[in-house]
C-alpha cells in the first residue's frame, strides 16, 4: 500500500463497498506541507469499528400511504425529527436491515499508518470511508471510534 496527493490518480478506490476487498493499492492523504499546518484533533492510529448508529428520536410505525409509496425501499420504521433539530429535513425512514445493524459492528482495532492518522488530525472530514480489517470492507467513518474513546472517526 502507497500513499498519493493527487485526488485523480487513477489507482484510488471510492466509496463504500458492499462486499469483502483488500485494502486498496494507494490511499489519499494531505500533502505534507499541509499537514505541518498542525491539527485540529490528536493524531490517532487506531479506530474501532463500533457499527452504525441508531435513532436519535422515537421511531413510529409507517402510515398506509407511507408504506404504499416507499414500498420498493423496504422502510419499516420512522422517526420523526423535533422542531428545531438542526437538520433541515423533518425526518428519517429506517429499514430492518438498518435498525439490526445499529450498533452491530465487528468490535476490532484497526490501525493506519502515519500519513493516513495525520490527515485526519488536520481534516477529520476528508475521509468519507475507512477500512476495517477484520470485516474487509470500507466502511463509513460513523461506524468507527477512536480507540480507548467514544468520539466518532470523522468528527
Not at 505541518?36 to 448508529?53: D, E, I, L
Not at 420504521?77 to 438498518?98: L, Y
Not at 480507540?147 to 468528527?155: A, L
Request: proline share 5%; net charge negative.
Amino acid at each position: 500500500m502507497s500513499y498519493t496527493t493527487d485526488p485523480n490518480d487513477a489507482r484510488l478506490g471510492k466509496g463504500i463497498d458492499e462486499k469483502q476487498i483488500p485494502q486498496h493499492e494507494v490511499y489519499l492523504i494531505l500533502s505534507e506541507e499541509e499537514r505541518a499546518k498542525g491539527f485540529v484533533r490528536p493524531v490517532r492510529r487506531s479506530y474501532k469499528h463500533v457499527g452504525t448508529g441508531g435513532p436519535q428520536f422515537p421511531l413510529r410505525d409507517l402510515t398506509e400511504e407511507e408504506q404504499e409509496r416507499y414500498a420498493n425501499w423496504g422502510y419499516v420504521k420512522f422517526e420523526e425529527f423535533p422542531k428545531g433539530f438542526e437538520r433541515a429535513v423533518i425526518g428519517r425512514f429506517w429499514t430492518e436491515k438498518q435498525l439490526a445493524d445499529v450498533g452491530n459492528g465487528c468490535k476490532t482495532v484497526t490501525t493506519m499508518g502515519q500519513a493516513l492518522a495525520e490527515t485526519y488530525a488536520r481534516d477529520p472530514k476528508f475521509y468519507g470511508a475507512t477500512y476495517c480489517c477484520s470485516c474487509q470492507k470500507h466502511l463509513a467513518v460513523e461506524e468507527f471510534v477512536w480507540e480507548g474513546t467514544n468520539e466518532k472517526v470523522g468528527s
